[in-house]
């Protein structure tokens, strides 16, 4: 039986949404099981509260756990009795363990998948690459969004690489549109980085579209953002910030006056379609591109519903063997080490 270990201790409402998401995904799919690392008296508790079907549920005790504040790289190899280090241990050592999400500290999942679970032969670097909503419903890949702050031209052609992969095998867009993020849509405009890379892309046999602007990031005219961890993590903060100003400032606005609140009736399903489609929650995670097994990391403050959306993301990339699509890719056009 698949199984995917779940970070139960990462995460701002630790244990309440990973359990609750976690039993949710459980009882919508079949011949899948949990592992839930963290302390067991507590996780034995929550779980109580729940019907489910136990055969597919385990817990592995751990009872240490790796905050924010904490150096990376010494949390991971100082404390092996965390959630976060535990989980990696599974997925590393038990064959069955095909996945896992951790809700913790980045950087600490960063790390800890390398040095737990280890890069696909020929990665240079794996990249973050969640997705984000687009006008009329769809989404876009944006590789990558932190984990590389300073990048060489070769490591964005193969976030590129691994990104197209992604998205055609999980998400079945079988030639996605792939966009550079860049201060201008000409092709001489950019930085030493992004001219570099812009004249690598051109040569592969993708669908390329050239230099794109921040402010089209969103309008469905993409499937791939490229950009290095750096402009992708200011990106994608940037419109997680806007998307959180225009709903509070709608909300002012409708509540100022009487007849606002009226005619706010008339729009309310209309808001709340606006709503869904602005909430990370519903997407689930970043996956981490580029190592042996799957790895997603939720967001901090992840709801039930993302833990639940991030888990059926980390099933998807399962069942499509991304990891072993990604390799097959690097090797195709030799972009390696």
Same mark, same amino acid.
């Given at each position: 039986m698949m199984k995917i270990a779940v970070d139960a201790f990462g995460g701002d409402t630790s244990p309440y949404s990973q359990i609750k998401g976690g039993i949710d995904f459980l009882n919508e799919t079949k011949d899948v099981g949990l592992v839930f690392t963290g302390d067991k008296e507590i996780l034995k508790r929550e779980l109580s509260k729940y019907k489910y079907d136990s055969s597919r549920v385990f817990i592995e005790h751990a009872p240490e756990v790796i905050s924010n504040e904490e150096a990376p790289t010494t949390a991971i190899r100082a404390k092996k009795d965390s959630s976060m280090v535990k989980a990696f241990d599974?997925?590393?050592?038990?064959?069955?363990?095909?996945? %896992?999400?951790?809700?913790?500290?980045?950087?600490?999942?960063?790390?800890?998948?390398?040095?737990?679970?280890g890069r696909i032969n020929g990665v240079l670097r794996p990249a973050l690459a969640p997705l984000l909503p687009t006008r009329g419903g769809g989404r876009v890949c944006l590789i990558d969004c932190g984990a590389n702050v300073d990048s060489r031209p070769d490591f964005l052609v193969q976030f590129t690489l691994m990104a197209v992969c992604y998205m055609r095998s999980v998400y079945g867009i079988q030639n996605p549109r792939v966009g550079l993020v860049s201060v201008g849509v000409e092709d001489h405009k950019g930085n030493a980085l992004t001219k570099e890379?812009?004249?690598?892309?051109?040569?592969? &046999?993708?669908?390329?579209?050239?230099? %794109?602007?921040?402010?089209?990031?969103?309008?469905?005219?993409?499937?791939?953002?490229?950009?290095d961890g750096f402009v992708g993590n200011v990106l994608l903060k940037s419109v997680e910030g806007t998307a959180q100003m225009v709903m509070g400032e709608l909300k002012s606005a409708i509540m100022a006056s009487a007849s606002a609140k009226f005619g706010a009736l008339f729009m309310k399903k209309a808001?709340?379609?606006?709503?869904?489609? %602005?909430?990370?929650?519903?997407?689930?995670?970043? &996956?981490?591109?580029?190592?042996?097994?799957?790895?997603?990391?939720?967001?901090?403050?992840?709801? &039930?519903?993302?833990?639940?959306?991030?888990?059926?993301?980390?099933?998807?990339m399962i069942d499509a063997d991304l990891a072993g699509g990604i390799k097959e890719e690097l090797e195709k056009f030799s972009v390696n080490e």
């Open positions: 599974l997925l590393k050592e038990d064959a069955e363990v095909a996945g %896992m999400i951790s809700s913790g500290s980045t950087g600490a999942v960063l790390t800890g998948s390398v040095l737990k679970v890379v812009f004249e690598q892309l051109k040569k592969l &046999p993708i669908n390329f579209k050239g230099n %794109m602007e921040a402010r089209d990031a969103l309008t469905g005219e993409y499937d791939i953002l490229v950009a808001f709340r379609k606006l709503k869904k489609s %602005m909430d990370y929650n519903a997407y689930g995670g970043a &996956p981490f591109l580029g190592i042996n097994k799957v790895v997603v990391k939720a967001h901090g403050a992840a709801n &039930p519903e993302a833990v639940s959306a991030a888990l059926r993301q980390v099933k998807k």
